[in-house]
């Protein structure tokens, strides 16, 4: 059994719900139902296990983590425990007072979602409409409550023509930190794959808009930019490494190495319904599986690189050859590299297919238009 040193992090997926329908949406397939999460107690009981290990951060995610109407306890649950506190949030239902509250509950920091840099491309996206407006207004009180800010831009083929609008947008907003992130292809995003893929030319451009305003902004904004995998020549750091540094606990209780670890067939996630949280995170079957090293094939096996990006991504890996023991073919020196440089080329190159938004369960699942102001997956059963 490899040894595992404590996680830095907990990601608190502590729902689903979500008023949004973004078509690269990170949640599973089938999404959970507001009578399947968490109550306020489990979650807070998960917390003190979290701070019990040494666990220093907690991000609460969704779905859209505001639905739940006991953040703010939750959120102090967590100051109380010495845990730093990071809502990452679409910012829809947010307005003055309850951003005061959590701010008021010791909140840290706030990371709002932007699904572009203006309100056609952003409601159109995100499938909401009047959403983009209510972003931008949440940003500007979020900053009046003194709280620390990022926008996370996610970026694709259907809106990389604005980045430079969301850059200077961030600067407006008086954010920290932007995060630019070209779509990861786990879950919506890999069946909206053909519908998001940007062609080499306009990822190259992209990255040269951030290098120059990364340059331009020092001392102003911060950058981190993640670039998508079937362009790269070596994989990222998954999660830094599987089972190192992060673990995520589902909205039903599930703990799980990454977010979307259930794509992967044939592994066992436990619960902190059943079993301690130090324990699933020591000895659980799901972070055995890919922990360290042992488990690797070649290349990674005898590569100079397997304790820096520890063989890539495992959901990419099952994703692209249906084996997630393989090297991620994201690295070049993978003999499944050519598949996904091949898939890139081919759907990058033509028109793109219209997105299927994320709905709950696979018959809510739509294509466009799908504009909704008040459609809360799950709403009223919290
Ligand atoms: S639908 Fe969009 S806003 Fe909602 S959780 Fe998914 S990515 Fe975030
Ligand atoms: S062979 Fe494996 S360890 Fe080496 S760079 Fe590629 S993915 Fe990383």
Redesign the pocket.
Known sequence: MNAAAPPLALLAELTHRCPLRCPYCSNPLELERASGELDTDAWVRVFGEAADMGVLQVHFSGGEPTVRKDLERLVAACGALGLYTNLITSGVLLDEGRIAALAGAGLEHVQLSFQDSEEAGGDRIGGYKGGHAKKVEVARLVRKAGLALTLNMVVHRQNLHNLPAMIELAVGLDAHRVEIAHVQYYGWGLKNRAALIPTRAQLDEATAVVEAARQRLKGVLVFDYVVPDYYAR??KSCMGGWGRNFLNVMPSGRVLPCHAAETIPGLRFDSVSDRPLQQIWETSDAFQRFRGTGWMPE??RS?D??EI?W??CRCQAFAITGDAAR??PA?E??SDHQRIVELAQTESDRAPPAFVYRGLGAGAARTEPALSEDAVPGAGRS
């Open positions: 070596r994989p290349p990674c590569c690189r397997r990006d063989g890539g090297t991620d690295c020196l993978s």
